[in-house]
């Protein structure tokens, strides 16, 4: 099971919807809502608040806001953001609504004019981000983890064992502490940051020696064992835990999760192959991925030498 962001079941169950479900027809009266939907709101708002919160019966306790919609250029419909909020759990997602208010979908909006993969690559910033391999590679994967993640240490696993029968590949690393669920991860993260400011080299080390001794990594312990990674990986000491404690390493691992919030990272570890996106740390998806983007580079520089 991936590590992600705590969320109650019926949040992701309305973020999960990928069928089209009528939404109450202007004719017909819903149930009133727990909560009266908010005042300004346009009759679509209050419609999507009104059935959302009587098909999953939130109450008072949970917040459920809905963006004025937008027309995103698809005739007959429009776009709208919902977030729904319990206690300190929020998620957000799309729902896409008929301009007669007839009917809501939750679903990817595709434009088949465009390549899927673009939007993503365009976001990515790897800029002064740790990497591995040649720097103008066919391939760059570019990984969203967090060093307590049991799942992120699968996906370092199989980037042990698949990365050496690819040279063409380019390896980015992206924080993205889930702090929420792991105590330790931002420290890590804070380790593996100060490791590359020192010496680029040595974090790759330090992602090591992190992920293989990740079961005896705690709360507690998790300064000590970073600085004795530190020293491992032949770092200056000192420099090291003045790093650790400066607020410039903290603002890079927040620059890193931001830019994965952007990208609408939700769990870890999430990995971007070209700017194609996957889940999880399933090899052979991975395997699959890189050997796409291999073979269309291939093709590509066949189609321009004719």
Same mark, same amino acid.
């Given at each position: 099971? /991936?590590?992600?962001?705590? =969320?109650?079941? +019926?949040?992701?169950?309305?973020?999960?919807?990928?069928?089209?479900?009528?939404?109450?027809?202007?004719?017909?009266? $819903?149930?009133?809502?727990?909560?009266?939907?908010?005042?300004?709101?346009? $009759?679509?708002?209050? %419609?999507?608040?009104?059935?959302?919160?009587?098909?999953?019966?939130?109450?008072?306790?949970?917040?459920?806001?809905?963006?004025?919609?937008?027309?995103?250029?698809?005739?007959?419909?429009?776009?709208? @953001?919902?977030?729904?909020?319990?206690?300190?759990?929020? !998620?957000?997602?799309?729902?896409?609504?008929?301009?007669?208010?007839?009917?809501?979908? /939750?679903?990817?909006?595709?434009?088949?004019?465009?390549?899927?993969?673009? &939007?993503?690559?365009? !976001?990515?910033?790897?800029?002064? #981000?740790?990497? +591995?391999?040649?720097?103008?590679?066919?391939? =760059?994967?570019?990984?969203? #983890? @967090?060093?307590?993640?049991?799942?992120?240490?699968?996906?370092? @696993?199989?980037?042990?064992?698949?990365? $050496?029968?690819?040279?063409?590949? /380019?390896?980015?690393?992206?924080?993205?502490?889930?702090?929420?669920?792991? $105590? *330790?991860?931002? %420290?890590?993260?804070?380790?593996?940051?100060?490791?590359y400011q020192q &010496?680029?080299?040595?974090? *790759?080390?330090?992602?090591?020696?992190?992920?293989?001794?990740?079961?005896?990594?705690?709360?507690?312990?998790? *300064?000590?064992?970073?600085?004795?990674?530190?020293?491992?990986?032949?770092?200056?000491?000192?420099?090291?835990?003045?790093?650790?404690?400066s607020p410039e390493?903290?603002?890079?691992?927040?620059?890193?999760?931001?830019?994965?919030?952007?990208? &609408?990272?939700?769990?870890?570890?999430?990995?971007?192959?070209?700017?194609? /996106? +996957?889940?999880?740390? @399933?090899?052979?998806?991975?395997?699959?991925?890189?050997?796409?983007?291999?073979?269309?580079?291939?093709?590509?520089?066949?189609?321009?030498?004719?």
């Open positions: 099971m /991936r590590s992600s962001v705590k =969320t109650p079941v +019926l949040v992701t169950a309305i973020l999960s919807l990928c069928f089209v479900v009528p939404a109450a027809r202007p004719q017909q009266k $819903p149930a009133a809502p727990a909560v009266p939907a908010g005042a300004g709101q346009s $009759p679509i708002q209050k %419609t999507v608040e009104a059935y959302l919160r009587n098909l999953y019966a939130f109450g008072s306790e949970t917040g459920v806001k809905v963006t004025p919609p937008k027309d995103i250029g698809v005739e007959g419909l429009l776009e709208v @953001d919902v977030e729904v909020k319990i206690g300190e759990n929020q !998620q957000t997602g799309k729902v896409y609504v008929t301009k007669d208010g007839k009917y809501m979908f /939750r679903g990817e909006l595709s434009d088949l004019s465009k390549d899927p993969t673009a &939007e993503a690559r365009a !976001q990515l910033q790897t800029k002064d #981000s740790p990497s +591995l391999g040649p720097a103008n590679a066919p391939v =760059t994967l570019v990984e969203f #983890s @967090d060093f307590e993640c049991p799942v992120c240490r699968s996906l370092h @696993d199989a980037l042990r064992g698949l990365l $050496p029968n690819y040279p063409q590949v /380019r390896v980015v690393f992206k924080d993205y502490p889930l702090e929420q669920i792991h $105590p *330790w991860a931002r %420290t890590a993260a804070l380790a593996g940051r100060c490791a &010496e680029p080299k040595a974090f *790759w080390k330090m992602y090591d020696l992190i992920y293989d001794n990740q079961d005896i990594i705690s709360a507690e312990n998790a *300064w000590s064992k970073m600085t004795d990674f530190a020293s491992q990986s032949e770092l200056n000491a000192d420099s090291f835990k003045a790093c650790m404690a390493a903290g603002a890079a691992v927040d620059a890193s999760r931001a830019n994965g919030v952007l990208l &609408e990272v939700s769990s870890t570890p999430t990995i971007f192959v070209n700017g194609r /996106r +996957l889940v999880g740390a @399933d090899p052979h998806l991975l395997e699959q991925f890189i050997k796409y983007e291999l073979d269309q580079h291939k093709a590509q520089k066949v189609a321009n030498k004719n």
